[in-house]
Each structure stands twice: as C-alpha cells, then as structure tokens.
C-alpha cells in the first residue's frame, strides 16, 4: 500500500502562486505514475498534471503554461507549483499514485483545499 500525503493548500488573490507538496510512503517502489487531481463544488474530479509511466508529463488544457509538476525523488515527494492562479483554480486538490502490483491501483490523498480570490 501507498500512503499520500498533501499540503501546501490556502487561500490567494487571482495572480497569486502555491506549491502542492505530496509525500508518499510505503510500497513507493510499485508506484508506475503520479499527480494531481482537482475538484470542484458539484464538479468531477479531474487531471490537473501528472507524470506518467514513461516519465513524461502531461497537463491539463487549462493549466498549460501557469502550473508545473516536479518531484524530489530522494525525499519521496512530487511537487505542483501553481502561478497565475485564477478564481476558477478553485477546488481541491488530490495526490494520485497508481501502484502497480498483481493489478494496478489507484492511490489518493486526503486533498487540499485552494481557494482563489477574484
């Protein structure tokens, strides 16, 4: 199993920038990818930035060119640093690791809340 662990949430103006820190612990050696989801009131959870199985990264349309996804593989942590924030940047914010073992398996944190000010 992976644990998850998310931080970095707040409250910031439109303009502003956060940085998501997600620590992860356990079984980190099966885990193929990991990123960011977000979710919004009365939304569907959906991809902000990850990195995939092959090492890429991809993003969301809608977070192109303001939010970077980085990790710090030594200190087990993958990273989202958020500029440019938008009031519609408001949701929160969940860690995923996929875990590949027998089958492969989904993995979230508890969430983190951001919220932007217009």
């Known amino acids: 199993q992976v644990q998850l662990v998310e931080s970095g949430g707040g409250l910031v103006q439109a303009g502003g920038s956060l940085r998501l820190s997600c620590v992860a612990s356990g079984s980190i050696f099966n885990i193929a990818a990991m990123g960011w989801y977000r979710q919004a009131p009365g939304k569907q959870r959906g991809l902000v930035a990850a990195f995939t199985s092959g090492g890429s990264t991809k993003y969301a349309d809608s977070v192109k060119g303001r939010f970077t996804i980085s990790r710090d593989n030594a200190k087990n942590t993958v990273y989202l640093q958020m500029n440019s924030l938008k009031p519609e940047d408001t949701a929160v914010y969940y860690c995923?690791?996929?875990?590949?073992?027998?089958?492969?398996?989904?993995?979230w944190g508890q969430g983190t809340q951001v919220t932007v000010s217009s």
């Open positions: 995923n690791a996929m875990v590949r073992a027998s089958t492969l398996t989904g993995y």
